[in-house]
């Protein structure tokens, strides 16, 4: 739900000492955007779309906001979360130097390391200890700014999400979507989808199979550590599919996950009508106003060929079985392991 922002900053949901940040992690096109799309409009909750990309696409790049501004910096909710959390900086010096780190952070051979000091305190990794404490600035900022209680973060990986679970003044959970990987490749295959930016449209990339297929590996692989390092009851698995298939009563359940008696904003069972949102990045869909039916996207059961079907539960079985999913590419989706 979209906070009202008063000329001193402040939003209108009622504060809190710690602010919940619920990281949702998951391979891209997994449906992430319009399940992070409803939750932003949960009474308290501000959906912030893929926050580590503030830095970079959102400041340096100068791509749109989510509530139309041609700009980050022109929005008036993230630019006075910028303003404070640059503190007298440069914001796009600022936003350089964080890039940085952030990279660093994402080099593969780093990927495990950031995981395994998702929860273990202070750090003697110099990049590492500035991203955390420059996010804890921004969600400060975030929460002062707007006065959400829970801000959903879907920046997607899971050593973005571990980087959020080693700071102190954050109430954090995590969220595990994952989508048949059959469905995830066909998605990055096409060509149909635009995003936006100050300087105009631009067409979202495109991956070939294999890429697409090691990507969605190395997500889940990634998300499989970062759960052996949570605490219990802060973490939660949830399937595009059975989303799909129950958006309400799904949406019901993440709700409860985080401790929020809050009723979820659908008008019927599938139903909800969005709001503008401040979403930093990701798929244009985050642009969508008005009513929106959630339904299952399974075009890729008709257009995919069936053998790429098949070499796709040759290369992923071990997964797909934990995860769920039957082997048979007639019926894709089974009882959760």
Known sequence: MLPHIDASGAGSFRGVSRTKVLS?????????????????????????????????????????????????????????????????????????????ALEEL??????????????????????LEQVRQVSEGLISAIAEVTGARVVVDSSKRAQDAAVIAGLDEVEHYVLHMVRDPAAVIH??????????????????????????????????????ALHQRMPGGRWMFVR????????????????????????????????????????????PNRFRVGPVQVRADDEWRRRMPHRQQLAVRALSWPLLLRYGYSLDTRSVVGARA
């Not at 069972?269 to 930093?280: A, F, K, Q």
Request: hydrophobic residues 40%; charged residues 20%; proline residues 5%.
């Open 240 to 283: 595009y599919e059975d989303f799909a298939a129950a958006p309400r009563a799904t949406v019901a359940r993440i709700l409860s996950f985080l401790g929020e008696d809050v009723p979820p904003p659908f008008v019927d069972e599938d139903t909800v009508v969005l709001d503008v949102n401040h979403t930093v990045a990701g798929n």
């Open 187 to 224: 998605s990055w295959q096409r060509r149909d989808k635009t995003t936006h930016a100050a300087d105009g449209a631009r067409t979202m990339a495109t991956r070939g199979f294999l890429p697409s297929m090691v990507r969605w590996s190395e997500n889940c692989l990634g998300a499989e």
């Open 24 to 100: 949702i992690v998951g391979p891209g096109r997994s449906g992430t955007t319009i399940l992070t799309s409803v939750l932003g409009q949960t009474e308290g909750f501000l959906n912030v779309g893929e926050l580590r990309w503030l830095w970079r696409r959102g400041l340096l790049e100068g791509r749109a906001c989510g509530c139309g501004a041609p700009s980050l910096q022109a929005c008036p909710l993230w630019s006075r979360v910028i303003e404070k959390v640059s503190a007298g900086r440069v914001a796009t010096d600022l936003a350089a130097e964080i890039g940085g």
């Open 106 to 127: 994402a080099w593969r051979r780093h990927r495990l390391r950031v995981i395994r000091e998702a929860t273990a305190g202070s750090s003697q990794w110099p990049a």
